[in-house]
Every structure is written in structure tokens, then in C-alpha cells.
């Protein structure tokens, strides 16, 4: 599987717009970006995902960019039930996600 | 439309002993996978699974781990002679078909064991 690179962490105000960027230089053409987010003691959950084009969807926009080797999954205003660890993942044909570490998302009230 | 279901969500097991964990996948869903949390870490993917077929278990510990997905009924994660070191989440998985490049993951809430 290609491998994605995200910060360990970030932070952002409630109510304010937040960016989390995803690396993912190797990405071949038959990879399609997927984000997920896990809140604390729950299982993962969907949020988006993508191939070239950019998508959006009630809980958050991804912006993949024009050389795909890098994305940004974008939620519009930040509540503090967004605090959670977000994974880009890449994945093509049947093969299990893989996750790796995300980035932990502290909102501030 | 429920969801995934895992039960139970705890689960606490004595050293040497067995766990049986159980998800039962979305309506319409034939793909199952199961993951594994450790405390303070990533999820690990274990098993693929669909009815009555394992396709891939290379995240599978060699021993002491099985999983099954029968024809009726649901998923079973199953632990035999569980150590200290099976104390986790485990987390279940499904889809509607195994080309998740177009469908998303729906999961389940979990089960936490913890082996005393």
C-alpha cells in the first residue's frame, strides 16, 4: 500500500475552519484517498473520499490536488465534536485499509 | 438501519481463558473485516472475511486467533488462551462488496478485553 504522511497533531478554535493536510507522494492511479475519523472510544467512521476531483459531503470537503501527491480534508466550522484522529488512507481494489497514525484534532472552545 | 453490532463491548477474560467476539455486518452487507487496537495505538488490520470464506488474514497472529463468518449468523473473532497481551479494542468492519475504493467502511463501536 502507498504510504501517507499527516502531523501528529493539530488544533483549532470552535467554529473556525480547519485544513488537515495528507502527503501521500507514491500515490499510483488506481489510489483513491479516503479520510476516516475515530472520536474517543469509538470505532472509526467514514468522513470522505476521493479520486481526482475535488468532493464535497455534509461533513467535510476534500481538496485533492491537480499532481494527487498530496490532499486536504477541510471542515468548514470546527465543533468540539470534531476532536478526533483523522486518517488519510490510500487504498485501490480489495485490499484492507490500512491506517496508520492520523492526526489527533483538539478543538478549543 | 442498524448499523454494525458488536457484542459484547466488554469483555473481560481470566488468562487461559477463550473470547468470543461477535459482529453482525450492516443489512446487505457480505464483507467483514476485523481490526485490533492496542491502548495508545493505531488500528490493526487483521481479517478480511466473507461468508463462509476467509480472503485475507495476513494480519491474523499465527496462533491462538481464528475467525469465522458462517453462512448464517454472524462474524466470530475467537481468542483462545488469551494472555495479558490480547487486552484491547477490537473493532469490526463491513461493505457492500469488496471494491471499498467506492464504498466506504461502515464500523462497529467495539469490543474492549481485558484479560486479568
Known amino acids: 500500500d502507498a504510504k501517507t504522511t499527516q502531523p501528529n497533531s493539530m488544533e483549532s478554535n470552535e467554529e473556525e475552519p480547519v485544513h488537515l493536510p495528507c502527503n501521500h507522494s507514491?500515490?499510483?492511479?488506481?489510489?483513491?484517498i479516503h479520510w476516516y475519523r475515530q472520536l474517543p472510544s469509538q470505532g472509526p467512521e467514514y468522513v470522505i473520499h476521493?479520486?481526482?476531483s475535488n468532493v464535497n459531503n455534509r461533513m467535510a470537503s476534500l481538496a485533492i490536488a491537480e499532481d494527487r501527491k498530496s490532499s486536504t480534508l477541510i471542515l468548514h466550522r470546527a465543533t468540539l465534536r470534531d476532536a478526533a484522529v483523522y486518517y488519510c488512507?490510500?487504498?485501490?481494489?480489495?485490499?484492507?485499509?490500512?491506517f496508520g497514525k492520523g492526526t489527533r484534532l483538539s478543538v478549543i472552545a | 438501519n442498524a448499523g454494525v453490532m458488536q457484542n459484547p463491548r466488554h469483555l473481560v477474560r481470566r488468562r487461559g481463558q477463550e473470547a468470543r467476539l461477535r459482529c453482525s455486518p450492516m443489512k446487505g452487507h457480505s464483507h467483514v473485516y476485523w481490526y485490533r487496537q492496542l491502548p495508545e495505538e493505531g488500528l490493526k488490520f487483521m481479517v478480511y472475511l466473507q461468508k463462509e470464506n476467509i480472503i485475507d488474514e495476513s494480519g491474523m497472529p499465527k496462533e491462538r486467533f481464528s475467525a469465522e463468518f458462517p453462512k448464517e449468523g454472524p462474524s466470530i473473532l475467537r481468542i483462545q488462551q488469551v494472555v495479558r497481551g490480547d487486552s484491547a479494542a477490537y473493532f469490526c468492519?463491513?461493505?457492500?462488496?469488496?471494491?471499498?475504493?467506492?464504498?466506504?467502511?461502515?464500523f462497529g463501536s467495539g469490543t474492549r478485553l481485558t484479560v486479568v
Open positions: 476521493g479520486l481526482t
Open positions: 468492519a463491513s461493505s457492500p462488496r469488496s471494491r471499498s475504493d467506492w464504498y466506504g467502511y461502515t
Open positions: 488512507i490510500l487504498r485501490s481494489g480489495n485490499t484492507p485499509l490500512v
Open positions: 507514491t500515490i499510483s492511479g488506481t489510489d483513491y
